[in-house]
């Protein structure tokens, strides 16, 4: 269990409010270099500023939504398996994809569920890769002693041996 992150209400609220300004950011980027190349010579200053102003906030707006939906739904199913494992995640974007679809039909959430749930499947299995290979970066060996003989290497099952 992940003891340097807060409890669930407030991690909601946090991980909303955090993705609302990676999206207001990222909105900032895109529709400032968008409003200025889409702009004429003598405006694009003026274009990039408008573009950013009329569009950021909505960007911004949008991912702030996911995230709240993303972290009660895996708060929610956290609560009901009593465990905090990836498969959280994979269900909470599950329901948060088929939720934010669910407008367009039924057919629309199934897939936007369905992609959603990839996602995160694919966010969840290559953050759990870099885990193990830093973890096998991390790992100490052990260094190899000199044997009786001269000064070739004590193998696993030498060293073993004369342990015993």
């Known amino acids: 269990m992940d003891l340097t992150r807060d409890p669930c209400p407030w991690v909601v609220m946090n991980d909303a409010g955090g993705a609302f300004a990676m999206g207001s950011v990222g909105g900032t980027i895109w529709?400032?270099?968008?409003?200025?190349?889409?702009?004429?010579?003598?405006?694009?200053?003026?274009?990039?500023i408008t573009a950013v102003k009329a569009r950021a906030p909505v960007l911004g707006g949008n991912f702030g939504v996911w995230?709240?939906?993303?972290?009660?739904?895996?708060?929610?199913?956290?609560?009901?398996?009593?465990?905090?494992?990836?498969?959280?995640?994979i269900v909470a974007g599950f329901f948060t994809g088929g939720s934010l679809a669910s407008r367009g039909g039924i057919r629309a959430a199934r897939n936007g569920a369905v992609s959603c749930?990839?996602?995160?499947?694919?966010?969840?299995?290559?953050g759990i890769g870099f885990q193990r290979?830093?973890?096998?970066?991390?790992?100490?060996?052990?260094?190899?002693?000199?044997?009786?003989?001269?000064?070739?290497?004590?193998?696993?099952?030498?060293?073993?041996?004369?342990?015993?």
């Open 67 to 89: 995230g709240l939906l993303f972290m009660s739904f895996n708060c929610a199913v956290q609560g009901v398996r009593k465990k905090e494992d990836p498969w959280n995640g």
């Open 31 to 48: 529709h400032g270099i968008k409003g200025f190349r889409n702009s004429p010579y003598g405006e694009r200053g003026i274009g990039a």
């Open 117 to 126: 749930a990839i996602l995160i499947a694919v966010i969840e299995g290559v």
């Open 133 to 164: 290979m830093m973890a096998d970066n991390t790992r100490l060996e052990a260094p190899s002693m000199p044997s009786q003989q001269g000064n070739t290497a004590v193998t696993g099952d030498q060293l073993g041996a004369m342990m015993a």
